[in-house]
């Protein structure tokens, strides 16, 4: 019966605090499974942002079209919302994710909201960036191939492929410049800087985060086939925060490395969230984790369990 009947009588022995920790692939499945439902809930909160482009598509599908021109003065006005939301409403997600890494408790609306309101204007910048570049994009898929069959010159694939390269750059400029927003102090100018030059710098885990994140995306593909119902549910509570969360897993890490140890090495000081419990040597109390003798179950003369 053991395999449906769980003890929860008995104590073992404890977790050592000198036992050996995580790192890698296991170190996010630790992580991922112990915060799988904050992650949803940091979705849900991260889909409110995204109201205006669902109000777009109601107006574009119910609005009068003989009114063309206050349908587009609408239509810009959301777009327009968006943009300047949605990049502080990133750096809020980004905030309780790199607390989840670092192990910093966090609560989810109040750093949220905070981080909102703090780093508004840079964020909106950011984001109102990205939207171009989103734009840029589609219209270029649309554009170039259209010219080039007028032309009948391949040569307008040319700067097709230049726009999809510098969106790529921009892709993954996106996965560090957020965290160093929340992080640091740095002016918009070196984020943006910073951020480029860790986007070549790290290339490696750079290709493991859009590789997890398009495996994300993939995944919603027969969904949105079959059960178009169902994944306007799941995409309320999925994607995003499941691609942040690997986004900050990989970047960190290297935003750590290559900029704020080495502010911290410069004024002679160790990153704080580098250092653990293990480095206080003015501890009053020992942790017998591991070392404790485990409880046996008593029972009496009959061989019944005592409570």
Not at 77 to 94: E, R
Not at 229 to 246: K, N
Not at 258 to 276: D, F, K, M, Q, R
Request: glycine share 4%; with cysteine; proline share 4%.
């Amino acid at each position: 019966m053991k395999l449906f009947y769980k003890d929860y009588e008995s104590a073992g022995s404890g977790i050592s605090k000198n036992a050996p920790k995580k790192s890698g692939f296991a170190l996010f499945m630790d992580l991922f499974k112990r915060k799988i439902w904050q992650l949803m809930e940091i979705n849900f909160l991260y889909s409110l942002f995204f109201v205006p482009l669902l109000l777009i598509m109601t107006v574009l599908r119910y609005t009068n079209k003989s009114n063309t021109s206050a349908m587009l003065a609408l239509i810009g006005l959301l777009i327009l919302i968006f943009a300047v939301i949605i990049g502080p409403a990133t750096a809020g997600m980004f905030k309780i994710m790199r607390n989840y890494y670092i192990e910093k408790h966090t609560f989810i609306l109040r750093d949220f909201f905070r981080t909102f309101r703090k780093n508004f204007v840079k964020a909106s910048v950011i984001g109102i960036i990205d939207c171009l570049m989103v734009m840029s994009v589609i219209a270029s898929y649309f554009v170039y191939p259209a010219l080039a069959a007028q032309t009948h010159s391949k040569l307008m694939y040319v700067p097709l492929v230049l726009a999809y390269s510098i969106a790529l750059v921009v892709l993954m400029m996106n996965f560090y410049i957020y965290l160093m927003l929340i992080a640091t102090n740095l002016s918009l100018k070196n984020l943006i800087k910073n951020s480029f030059a860790l986007a070549f710098l790290a290339m490696k885990k750079n290709v493991i985060t859009i590789l997890a994140s398009l495996g994300a995306i993939l995944l919603l593909l027969p969904i949105i086939r079959y059960f178009f119902p169902v994944f306007l549910i799941v995409i309320w509570i999925y994607p995003a925060a499941f691609i942040c969360f690997v986004t900050t897993f990989n970047s960190y890490p290297v935003i750590q490395k290559y900029v704020i140890n080495p502010y911290y090495e410069s004024i002679g000081e160790i990153n704080p969230e580098l250092v653990t419990d293990d480095d206080d040597d003015e501890r009053i109390f020992e942790d017998m984790g591991g070392k404790e003798k485990p409880i046996e179950k008593r029972r009496d003369t009959k061989g019944r369990r005592i409570m």
